[in-house]
Protein backbone atom coordinates (compact mmCIF):
# COMPACT_ATOMS: atom_id res chain seq x y z
CA UNK A 1 0.00 0.00 0.00
CA UNK A 2 1.43 3.83 -0.92
CA UNK A 3 2.36 5.25 2.09
CA UNK A 4 2.52 8.80 3.08
CA UNK A 5 3.60 11.17 5.57
CA UNK A 6 1.33 12.77 8.08
CA UNK A 7 1.99 16.60 8.02
CA UNK A 8 5.62 17.74 9.34
CA UNK A 9 5.61 15.11 11.74
CA UNK A 10 7.54 11.82 11.09
CA UNK A 11 4.43 9.52 10.42
CA UNK A 12 4.30 7.02 7.92
CA UNK A 13 1.00 5.37 7.24
CA UNK A 14 -0.55 3.98 4.55
CA UNK A 15 -3.14 5.82 2.06
CA UNK A 16 -6.43 3.37 3.38
CA UNK A 17 -7.32 3.42 7.13
CA UNK A 18 -10.35 2.83 8.66
CA UNK A 19 -13.19 4.80 10.48
CA UNK A 20 -13.97 3.31 13.78
CA UNK A 21 -17.58 4.89 14.57
CA UNK A 22 -19.72 1.33 14.17
CA UNK A 23 -17.28 0.20 16.40
CA UNK A 24 -18.44 0.65 20.31
CA UNK A 25 -20.46 3.39 18.60
CA UNK A 26 -23.68 2.75 20.62
CA UNK A 27 -24.56 6.19 21.11
CA UNK A 28 -24.57 6.65 17.32
CA UNK A 29 -25.55 3.87 15.65
CA UNK A 30 -28.55 0.93 16.74
CA UNK A 31 -27.05 -2.77 16.72
CA UNK A 32 -23.63 -2.32 17.07
CA UNK A 33 -22.07 -5.78 18.62
CA UNK A 34 -18.65 -5.08 20.97
CA UNK A 35 -17.32 -8.24 19.79
CA UNK A 36 -18.31 -7.59 15.60
CA UNK A 37 -16.42 -4.44 16.38
CA UNK A 38 -13.28 -6.07 17.63
CA UNK A 39 -13.59 -8.39 14.93
CA UNK A 40 -13.62 -5.10 12.28
CA UNK A 41 -10.20 -4.19 14.36
CA UNK A 42 -8.57 -7.19 14.10
CA UNK A 43 -9.81 -7.90 10.45
CA UNK A 44 -8.47 -4.20 9.60
CA UNK A 45 -4.95 -4.67 10.82
CA UNK A 46 -4.78 -8.34 9.57
CA UNK A 47 -4.99 -6.75 6.00
CA UNK A 48 -2.43 -4.08 5.94
CA UNK A 49 -4.51 -1.33 7.25
CA UNK A 50 -2.38 0.63 9.73
CA UNK A 51 -4.25 4.24 10.74
CA UNK A 52 -7.85 3.24 13.27
CA UNK A 53 -9.03 6.46 13.30
CA UNK A 54 -11.62 6.98 16.52
CA UNK A 55 -12.58 9.46 18.80
CA UNK A 56 -14.07 9.88 22.36
CA UNK A 57 -17.76 10.41 21.06
CA UNK A 58 -17.42 7.08 19.84
CA UNK A 59 -19.60 5.46 22.48
CA UNK A 60 -18.00 7.44 24.75
CA UNK A 61 -14.77 6.35 25.13
CA UNK A 62 -16.12 2.49 24.16
CA UNK A 63 -14.78 2.59 20.82
CA UNK A 64 -10.98 3.54 22.69
CA UNK A 65 -12.08 0.60 24.82
CA UNK A 66 -12.28 -2.15 22.15
CA UNK A 67 -9.21 -1.11 20.01
CA UNK A 68 -6.75 -1.24 23.42
CA UNK A 69 -8.05 -4.19 24.01
CA UNK A 70 -7.68 -5.65 20.29
CA UNK A 71 -4.05 -3.48 20.39
CA UNK A 72 -2.56 -6.53 23.25
CA UNK A 73 -2.16 -8.87 20.38
CA UNK A 74 0.11 -6.47 18.16
CA UNK A 75 3.42 -4.61 17.44
CA UNK A 76 2.18 -1.18 18.63
CA UNK A 77 4.59 0.24 16.65
CA UNK A 78 2.78 -0.88 13.55
CA UNK A 79 -0.29 1.18 14.33
CA UNK A 80 -0.99 4.40 13.42
CA UNK A 81 -3.63 5.38 16.33
CA UNK A 82 -5.77 8.57 15.54
CA UNK A 83 -8.40 9.59 18.02
CA UNK A 84 -10.09 12.90 19.29
CA UNK A 85 -12.15 14.59 22.23
CA UNK A 86 -13.86 17.77 22.53
CA UNK A 87 -16.86 16.86 24.21
CA UNK A 88 -16.99 17.30 27.96
CA UNK A 89 -18.76 14.91 29.67
CA UNK A 90 -18.93 17.23 32.79
CA UNK A 91 -21.26 19.34 30.81
CA UNK A 92 -23.47 17.79 28.93
CA UNK A 93 -21.03 17.05 26.19
CA UNK A 94 -20.53 20.24 25.19
CA UNK A 95 -17.67 21.18 23.12
CA UNK A 96 -14.57 22.26 25.38
CA UNK A 97 -11.30 23.12 23.74
CA UNK A 98 -9.64 24.59 27.44
CA UNK A 99 -6.19 23.29 27.60
CA UNK A 100 -6.93 21.67 30.93
CA UNK A 101 -9.77 19.93 29.25
CA UNK A 102 -7.58 18.27 26.12
CA UNK A 103 -4.69 17.82 28.99
CA UNK A 104 -7.38 15.44 30.57
CA UNK A 105 -8.61 14.01 27.15
CA UNK A 106 -5.40 12.95 26.42
CA UNK A 107 -4.76 11.21 29.52
CA UNK A 108 -8.17 9.42 29.72
CA UNK A 109 -7.91 8.27 25.68
CA UNK A 110 -4.39 7.11 26.79
CA UNK A 111 -5.91 5.08 29.75
CA UNK A 112 -8.79 3.28 27.28
CA UNK A 113 -6.51 3.13 24.84
CA UNK A 114 -3.86 0.97 26.63
CA UNK A 115 -0.97 2.54 25.33
CA UNK A 116 1.31 5.19 26.24
CA UNK A 117 1.79 7.34 23.02
CA UNK A 118 -1.00 8.73 20.59
CA UNK A 119 0.07 9.24 17.27
CA UNK A 120 -2.58 11.76 16.48
CA UNK A 121 -4.61 13.32 18.58
CA UNK A 122 -7.54 15.79 16.78
CA UNK A 123 -9.60 18.54 18.74
CA UNK A 124 -13.31 17.20 17.34
CA UNK A 125 -15.00 20.10 17.52
CA UNK A 126 -13.89 23.96 18.34
CA UNK A 127 -15.69 25.57 20.65
CA UNK A 128 -16.84 29.02 21.29
CA UNK A 129 -14.39 30.51 23.49
CA UNK A 130 -10.94 29.11 23.38
CA UNK A 131 -8.62 30.93 21.49
CA UNK A 132 -7.56 28.04 19.07
CA UNK A 133 -4.00 28.98 19.63
CA UNK A 134 -4.08 28.58 23.44
CA UNK A 135 -6.07 25.26 23.03
CA UNK A 136 -2.89 23.97 20.02
CA UNK A 137 -0.42 25.04 22.54
CA UNK A 138 -1.39 22.85 25.36
CA UNK A 139 -0.99 19.75 22.61
CA UNK A 140 2.12 21.08 21.76
CA UNK A 141 3.25 20.36 25.30
CA UNK A 142 1.91 16.92 25.20
CA UNK A 143 3.48 16.15 21.61
CA UNK A 144 6.91 17.26 23.69
CA UNK A 145 6.25 15.45 26.44
CA UNK A 146 5.80 11.90 24.35
CA UNK A 147 2.41 11.27 24.73
CA UNK A 148 1.25 12.45 21.08
CA UNK A 149 3.19 12.65 18.10
CA UNK A 150 1.16 14.69 15.82
CA UNK A 151 -1.70 17.33 16.23
CA UNK A 152 -4.81 17.55 14.06
CA UNK A 153 -7.93 19.41 14.05
CA UNK A 154 -11.58 18.43 12.79
CA UNK A 155 -14.42 20.31 11.85
CA UNK A 156 -12.56 24.15 11.77
CA UNK A 157 -13.48 26.20 9.78
CA UNK A 158 -10.78 28.09 7.63
CA UNK A 159 -10.21 31.13 9.58
CA UNK A 160 -10.59 28.56 12.70
CA UNK A 161 -7.43 26.11 11.78
CA UNK A 162 -5.78 29.69 10.35
CA UNK A 163 -5.85 30.98 14.25
CA UNK A 164 -4.82 27.59 15.30
CA UNK A 165 -2.09 27.19 13.11
CA UNK A 166 -0.39 30.71 13.72
CA UNK A 167 2.89 28.36 15.03
CA UNK A 168 2.16 26.11 12.58
CA UNK A 169 1.76 23.26 14.97
CA UNK A 170 -0.63 21.78 13.33
CA UNK A 171 -0.09 18.30 11.09
CA UNK A 172 -3.45 17.25 9.73
CA UNK A 173 -6.82 18.26 9.20
CA UNK A 174 -10.07 15.83 8.96
CA UNK A 175 -13.08 17.44 7.15
CA UNK A 176 -16.67 16.53 5.56
CA UNK A 177 -15.52 15.45 2.10
CA UNK A 178 -16.50 12.89 -0.71
CA UNK A 179 -16.98 13.06 -4.70
CA UNK A 180 -20.21 14.56 -3.77
CA UNK A 181 -19.22 17.23 -1.08
CA UNK A 182 -16.50 18.34 -2.34
CA UNK A 183 -16.41 22.15 -0.97
CA UNK A 184 -12.92 21.49 1.23
CA UNK A 185 -11.25 22.17 -2.57
CA UNK A 186 -11.53 25.34 -2.43
CA UNK A 187 -12.42 26.05 1.10
CA UNK A 188 -9.59 24.38 2.65
CA UNK A 189 -7.55 22.88 0.40
CA UNK A 190 -5.26 25.60 -0.60
CA UNK A 191 -4.48 26.81 2.84
CA UNK A 192 -3.68 22.85 3.61
CA UNK A 193 -1.40 22.22 0.69
CA UNK A 194 0.75 25.30 1.22
CA UNK A 195 1.33 24.62 4.90
CA UNK A 196 1.89 20.89 4.37
CA UNK A 197 -1.13 19.94 5.99
CA UNK A 198 -2.53 16.35 5.78
CA UNK A 199 -6.13 16.01 4.78
CA UNK A 200 -8.37 13.42 5.84
CA UNK A 201 -11.97 13.30 4.35
CA UNK A 202 -14.69 11.65 6.56
CA UNK A 203 -18.13 10.48 5.27
CA UNK A 204 -15.70 9.34 1.94
CA UNK A 205 -18.67 6.88 0.85
CA UNK A 206 -21.26 9.80 1.61
CA UNK A 207 -23.17 7.47 4.17
CA UNK A 208 -23.63 4.62 1.81
CA UNK A 209 -25.04 6.73 -1.38
CA UNK A 210 -21.76 5.85 -3.11
CA UNK A 211 -21.23 2.17 -2.66
CA UNK A 212 -24.15 1.86 -5.65
CA UNK A 213 -26.74 0.12 -3.51
CA UNK A 214 -29.16 2.93 -3.51
CA UNK A 215 -31.57 3.56 -6.66
CA UNK A 216 -33.49 6.70 -7.78
CA UNK A 217 -36.65 6.11 -5.29
CA UNK A 218 -34.11 6.20 -2.60
CA UNK A 219 -33.69 9.58 -3.23
CA UNK A 220 -35.96 11.19 0.15
CA UNK A 221 -33.51 9.24 1.92
CA UNK A 222 -30.92 11.49 0.96
CA UNK A 223 -32.95 15.07 1.56
CA UNK A 224 -29.89 16.92 1.68
CA UNK A 225 -29.58 16.54 -2.37
CA UNK A 226 -32.18 17.90 -3.74
CA UNK A 227 -34.19 15.73 -6.77
CA UNK A 228 -31.78 16.96 -9.79
CA UNK A 229 -28.46 16.69 -7.84
CA UNK A 230 -29.83 12.92 -6.68
CA UNK A 231 -30.47 12.37 -10.61
CA UNK A 232 -26.86 13.17 -11.61
CA UNK A 233 -25.50 11.67 -8.78
CA UNK A 234 -27.53 7.86 -9.99
CA UNK A 235 -26.27 8.53 -13.56
CA UNK A 236 -23.12 9.19 -12.66
CA UNK A 237 -22.69 6.09 -10.74
CA UNK A 238 -24.01 3.91 -13.31
CA UNK A 239 -21.01 5.34 -15.56
CA UNK A 240 -19.33 4.51 -12.75
CA UNK A 241 -20.57 1.31 -12.48
CA UNK A 242 -18.22 0.38 -15.72
CA UNK A 243 -14.96 1.02 -14.85
CA UNK A 244 -15.65 -0.84 -11.81
CA UNK A 245 -16.34 -3.91 -14.25
CA UNK A 246 -13.43 -3.36 -15.79
CA UNK A 247 -11.96 -3.99 -12.43
CA UNK A 248 -13.89 -6.43 -11.53
CA UNK A 249 -14.46 -4.16 -8.67
CA UNK A 250 -17.43 -2.60 -6.25
CA UNK A 251 -18.62 0.68 -6.80
CA UNK A 252 -17.41 1.46 -3.42
CA UNK A 253 -13.89 -0.03 -3.95
CA UNK A 254 -13.52 2.17 -7.48
CA UNK A 255 -14.72 5.37 -5.38
CA UNK A 256 -11.82 4.47 -2.45
CA UNK A 257 -9.25 4.18 -5.23
CA UNK A 258 -9.89 7.69 -6.54
CA UNK A 259 -9.83 8.97 -2.99
CA UNK A 260 -6.22 7.49 -2.75
CA UNK A 261 -4.95 7.80 -6.65
CA UNK A 262 -5.76 12.01 -5.11
CA UNK A 263 -2.76 14.11 -4.64
CA UNK A 264 -4.63 16.02 -2.14
CA UNK A 265 -5.93 13.50 -0.19
CA UNK A 266 -3.87 11.92 2.56
CA UNK A 267 -5.95 9.08 4.60
CA UNK A 268 -9.46 7.86 3.27
CA UNK A 269 -11.09 6.00 6.45
CA UNK A 270 -14.46 4.56 5.68
CA UNK A 271 -16.29 2.77 8.47
CA UNK A 272 -17.22 -0.82 8.49
CA UNK A 273 -19.78 -2.63 10.49
CA UNK A 274 -18.61 -5.82 10.09
CA UNK A 275 -15.09 -7.58 9.38
CA UNK A 276 -16.70 -7.79 5.08
CA UNK A 277 -17.02 -5.07 5.10
CA UNK A 278 -13.23 -4.19 6.00
CA UNK A 279 -12.09 -6.98 3.39
CA UNK A 280 -14.40 -5.44 0.63
CA UNK A 281 -12.78 -1.97 1.91
CA UNK A 282 -9.02 -3.41 1.78
CA UNK A 283 -9.61 -4.45 -2.05
CA UNK A 284 -9.52 -1.00 -3.12
CA UNK A 285 -6.02 -0.32 -1.74
CA UNK A 286 -5.35 -2.99 -4.78
CA UNK A 287 -7.09 -0.75 -7.76
CA UNK A 288 -5.00 1.03 -10.06
CA UNK A 289 -7.03 3.64 -11.55
CA UNK A 290 -5.69 4.77 -14.79
CA UNK A 291 -5.18 8.54 -15.68
CA UNK A 292 -7.92 8.71 -17.95
CA UNK A 293 -9.93 6.16 -15.42
CA UNK A 294 -9.16 9.17 -12.82
CA UNK A 295 -10.27 12.09 -14.97
CA UNK A 296 -13.35 10.60 -16.18
CA UNK A 297 -14.83 10.12 -12.75
CA UNK A 298 -13.11 13.55 -11.67
CA UNK A 299 -15.72 14.97 -14.34
CA UNK A 300 -18.28 12.71 -13.80
CA UNK A 301 -19.08 14.37 -10.36
CA UNK A 302 -18.04 18.11 -10.89
CA UNK A 303 -20.53 20.28 -9.60
CA UNK A 304 -20.54 18.66 -6.00
Do not use: C
Amino acid sequence: MQKIVIGNSDIKTGKLGLGTNKVGGHNLFSGLNDRAGADVITTALDSGIQMLDTAYMYGLGQSETIIGDVLRQYNRSDIILATKAAQDPDHDLTFNNDPEFLRRAVDQALERLKTDYIDIFYIHFPDDNTPKDKAVAALSELKAQGKIRAIGLSNFTLDQIKEANVNHDIDIVEDHYSLVHRDAEQSLWPYLKAHHITFVPYFPLAQGLLTGRYRQEDQPKFKQYPVAKYQHIMSALEDLKTIANQHAATIAQVVLAWYMTNPDIGVVIPGARDAQQVQDNAKAALLTLTSDEYDDIDRLFQGF
